[in-house]
């Protein structure tokens, strides 16, 4: 998996703090066939609402204390589990363990077996690069893990600094699913020199 492209112009939108939840969590949100996911790091990530529900505007905002308003968000995982109902294909690939409100949350949704079924997570500790793609038509490359705080969905003063970039150029695009799909099935395992601290090596794992 080492490479370099050639030089070639493309559009691409640049993406920056909140942006990535606007322009990435939202298209993922929005999934018909598929979202691939690789991060390094994997928290539960708590996004607005927008389901319709009788009576309530999907703009709507919940009293919080004190009369002040606040949104109304519910987990990710929620909204991977009405797509699931959707036959939409969801795949996590991760490095580091997930987070305890994620594995909480997923511990909850998938005593159905609607998410248990669509929603398949594989670990790898080489894990670091960052990529979304949904549908095989939209991708983000850049910095952000699949957490709050990398994805925007944080206040202000708790985001990270990160920087991508998204589009639907083919190249990219071909080239990320390549990537993801290699060590998805364990292709890139045979002489990883950390094959043996690793709890699970994908190639064994799949057989």
């Known amino acids: 998996m080492d490479f370099v492209e050639p030089a070639r112009s493309f559009a691409?939108?640049?993406?920056?703090?909140?942006?990535?939840?606007?322009?990435?969590?939202?298209?993922?949100?929005?999934?018909?066939?598929?979202?691939?996911?690789a991060t390094a790091n994997l928290k539960e990530l708590m996004v607005e609402d927008h389901r319709a529900v009788p009576g309530r505007?999907?703009?709507?905002?919940?009293?919080?204390?004190?009369?002040?308003?606040?949104?109304?968000?519910?987990s990710i995982l929620e909204v991977f589990d009405d797509l699931a109902g959707r036959g939409v294909e969801l795949r996590i690939l991760h490095a580091s363990p997930p987070s305890r409100a994620f594995r909480a949350t997923l511990a909850r949704l998938t005593k159905s077996a609607r998410l248990k079924q669509a929603l398949d997570l594989r670990a790898c500790p080489r894990v670091h690069f960052k990529t979304v793609i949904v549908d095989g038509a939209f991708v983000?490359?850049?910095?952000?893990?699949?957490?709050g705080a990398g994805l925007g969905a944080k206040g202000e003063g708790r985001r990270n600094f990160e920087l991508g970039f998204a589009g639907a150029d083919d190249g990219l695009l071909d080239r990320a699913q390549?990537?993801?799909?290699?060590?998805?099935?364990?292709?890139?395992?045979?002489?990883?020199?950390?094959?043996?601290?690793?709890?699970?090596?994908?190639?064994?794992?799949l057989r």
């Open 12 to 37: 691409l939108e640049l993406v920056g703090g909140r942006g990535h939840y606007e322009r990435v969590v939202r298209a993922a949100m929005e999934a018909r066939r598929s979202v691939w996911i």
């Open 57 to 74: 505007r999907r703009t709507a905002r919940t009293a919080g204390r004190g009369g002040a308003s606040r949104s109304v968000y519910r």
């Open 140 to 147: 983000y490359v850049g910095s952000a893990n699949w957490t």
């Open 178 to 205: 390549e990537m993801f799909d290699r060590i998805w099935r364990g292709a890139a395992c045979r002489g990883c020199k950390l094959r043996e601290l690793c709890p699970a090596p994908l190639d064994t794992f």
